[in-house]
């Protein structure tokens, strides 16, 4: 079973920038398709971005032009750069495979202050 660990997050002002990272036990990372989520305080977990193993990107329009997913198939790593952050983005933000899902991580939290 492939785990998943998330790091980066924390707190910004509006306008500001974060890094997420991600890391993935396991060699079955490079053979998948991999996405962020995250799921702000009441809502429902969303999907926000996605990256193909050859390194093709798709992004949610909430986060269009302000975020980029990256990898690095060697490390088993996924990140998230995040620009021109918003206080709507602050959110427990997670990877995993996409489609479907494996164990969810614990996550990383992203709080962003107007």
């Known amino acids: 079973q492939v785990q998943l660990v998330e790091s980066g997050g924390g707190l910004a002002q509006a306008g500001g920038s974060l890094r997420l990272s991600c890391a993935a036990s396991?060699?079955?990372?490079?053979?998948?398709?991999m996405g962020w989520y995250r799921q702000a305080p009441g809502k429902p977990r969303e999907w926000v971005a996605r990256i193909t193993t050859g390194g093709s990107t798709n992004y949610a329009d909430s986060v269009k032009g302000r975020f980029t997913i990256s990898r690095d198939n060697v490390r088993n790593t996924v990140y998230l750069q995040m620009n021109s952050l918003k206080p709507e983005d602050t959110a427990v933000y997670y990877c995993n495979k996409f489609p479907g899902f494996w164990d969810w991580g614990q996550g990383t939290q992203v709080t962003v202050s107007s």
């Open positions: 396991g060699s079955i990372f490079a053979i998948n398709v």
